[in-house]
T-cell receptor
Framework: SQQGEEDPQALSIQEGENATMNCSYK?????LQWYRQNSGRGLVHLIL?????REKHSGRLRVTLDTSKKSSSLLITASRAADTASYFC?????????FGQGTRLTINP | DTAVSQTPKYLVTQMGNDKSIKCEQN?????MYWYKQDSKKFLKIMFS???????INETVPNRFSPKSPDKAHLNLHINSLELGDSAVYFC?????????????FGEGSRLTVL
């Protein structure tokens, strides 16, 4: 299926460290997006990377995309307690955006 | 000010009942969606409407009936509720269908079927 699969499912790090989450998918895509979901809240869009792009930055976020390996990574640098959330990758096909199961990130003070 | 708003936020009901969840967006977007998030956080698309027209119906049981009276509203009606319908239902919108840019999500409606 087109569905992205995040790895790891859960990640716990100390504040100030970098956090890396990975996403793999199976079919060709138009773009790949990352979203954040705080506990009990809706998803919030973080960044979109198109299939012809390899890397994109937004503040402390860095996203890479390797279409030959059908994988993407999200790096959050200098993590903060407020970054504690679930992070989802979503792959854009012809008509719809398909989400993975997410990585649960916990930042410990 | 809320861009995508859903009501109610919480819904607790008995098996067999019928319930509705309402969604409104004030972003002027053409496309609206319903997603279901299960207890394992897996988020699955259910329906997509573009300017009141059904675009995507992801083999959802016909007990689920979306209705879009205008492009700013997409409601979800569920008949004969079952235990497995318990989940968080998210409404979302995007400027256009097809090669979607970012989606804007509501805060979710947590449905619990007893």
């Amino acid at each position: 299926s087109q569905q992205g699969e995040e790895d790891p499912q859960a990640l716990s790090i100390q504040e100030g460290e970098n956090a890396t989450m990975n996403c793999s998918y199976k079919t060709s895509i138009n773009n790949l997006q990352w979203y954040r979901q705080n506990s009990g809240r809706g998803l919030v869009h973080l960044i979109l990377i198109r299939s012809n792009e390899r890397e994109k930055h937004s503040g402390r976020l860095r996203v890479t995309l390797d279409t030959s390996k059908k994988s993407s990574s999200l790096l959050i640098t200098a993590s903060r307690a407020a970054d504690t959330a679930s992070y989802f990758c979503a792959t854009q096909g012809a008509q719809k955006l398909v989400f993975g199961q997410g990585t649960r990130l916990t930042i410990n003070p | 000010d809320t861009a995508v708003s859903q009501t109610p936020k919480y819904l607790v009901t008995q098996m067999g009942n019928d319930k509705s969840i309402k969604c409104e967006q004030n972003l002027g977007h053409d496309t609206m969606y319903w997603y279901k998030q299960d207890s394992k956080k897996f988020l699955k698309i259910m329906f997509s409407y573009n300017n009141k027209e059904l675009i995507i119906n992801e083999t959802v049981p016909n007990r689920f009936s979306p209705k879009s009276p205008d492009k700013a509203h997409l409601n979800l009606h569920i008949n004969s509720l079952e235990l497995g319908d318990s989940a968080v239902y998210f409404c979302a919108s995007s400027p256009r269908t097809g090669n979607t840019g970012e989606l804007f999500f509501g805060e979710g409606s947590r449905l619990t079927v007893l």
